[in-house]
């Protein structure tokens, strides 16, 4: 019987042991290590092939082969051990991770619409009820639409009404108002009627306190045809209030100017807080401004492609972070703009 060389002895007994310590292997970090120990660059198997060229010449390919064969063997016995491991874990954790579908469920966190939003769609709901559509201008104007065609040239006292901020290029601002929406609107329908809301955001430079911002909401009304009067706007202004509030709240209507209307005037609802009776929020006058209201000035008329011996039509502006504040005593217009999330979840 001829003797094994040496080497081919060891090399089965290595494999013998491995497979061995190979059995006993339950989780993959003692997988890896013993891959490194056994197949790794330096490891017994994987020297035999860096140092075959020190054996004989004639034993050189028995070595090489059986060399060859146990580390096939080897890493066979580690795919096989591999999956083993892999599908013991999955087991393991589908057992320390189940379900109990009988608990009950988690309500998710949802978001919701900021306070500004849900006011100016309930505003946008009311008015698509009296037949008013809706309009959209932009935020950069030119001084032609937001003062001069509105019935205020460049020497107009009125100016200094609006802290503008002017932007780069002659003649351009940030929106004071949303105004200059009525001109695109009537431009867009004369000679027709034309019933529009003109939502919008507004700059002004302006010190900022609990009830200014530099930026803020505004809305448009306008209503344009043959026939309309004071009392007409009245009456749609008085409509929207009840509905917007309350079907009892009074309003009542003071003298005021703005130059695009003619006549003007300020729209004030009993204060909320004290019933008209006169409190801190309404400065004891018992009323609570909300906007600005009169009949569009013929200049305006005409610059908006209507006729004004021929139409009429009033406009009326206002403010849906004012009304927020006091449909939901709110005392600080800034919180609108905080992204504090205990205010902004306040709100559904």
């Known amino acids: ?184 609107a009537m431009r867009k329908n004369a000679p027709k009627p034309t019933r529009a809301i003109l939502p919008g955001m507004c700059y002004r430079y302006e010190q900022i306190s609990a009830r200014s911002e530099i930026q803020f909401n505004q809305l448009e009304v306008i209503a344009v045809g043959k026939n309309i009067t004071f009392g007409d706007m009245k009456g749609t202004l008085n409509g929207f209030v009840r509905r917007l509030f309350d079907k009892d709240v009074r309003t009542r209507l003071r003298p005021s100017y703005f130059p695009f209307t003619e006549p003007s005037a300020e729209m004030d609802v009993e204060c909320f807080v004290c019933g008209g009776k006169g409190c801190s929020v309404c400065k004891g006058s018992g009323w609570l401004e909300i906007m600005g209201c009169g009949m569009m000035h013929p200049v305006v008329l005409q610059n908006g492609g209507y006729d004004p011996t021929i139409y009429s039509g009033f406009a009326a502006g206002m403010g849906p972070e004012r009304i927020s504040m006091l449909l939901h005593k709110i005392e600080d217009i800034r919180y609108f703009w905080g992204n504090d999330i205990r205010f902004l979840e306040q709100f559904r």
């Open 1 to 184: 019987m001829i003797e094994k060389p040496m080497i081919i002895q060891e090399l089965e007994e290595i494999q013998d042991t491995a497979l061995e310590a190979l059995k006993k292997i339950e989780n993959e970090e003692a997988l890896q290590n013993w891959r490194r120990d056994i197949l790794g660059r330096s490891s017994a198997v994987m020297s035999v092939f860096s140092n075959i060229s020190q054996h004989p010449k004639e034993l050189r390919p028995l070595i090489g082969q059986v060399a060859n064969q146990v580390k096939q063997t080897l890493e066979t016995a580690l795919l096989d051990r591999s999956e083993i491991v892999k599908e013991a874990a999955i087991l393991q954790k589908l057992q320390d991770e189940k379900l109990d579908v009988t608990l009950p469920g988690r309500r998710p966190v949802t978001g919701r619409y900021h306070p500004v939003s849900t006011v100016l769609r309930r505003i946008y709901a009311i008015f698509a009820d009296m037949g008013f559509q809706v309009h959209r201008s932009r935020d950069v104007e030119s001084d032609l639409f937001n003062f001069e065609l509105l019935n205020i040239p460049a020497y107009h006292p009125a100016r200094d009404m609006w802290d503008t901020f002017y932007v780069e290029g002659e003649g351009v601002v940030l929106k004071t108002h949303t105004s200059p929406g009525q001109i695109y």
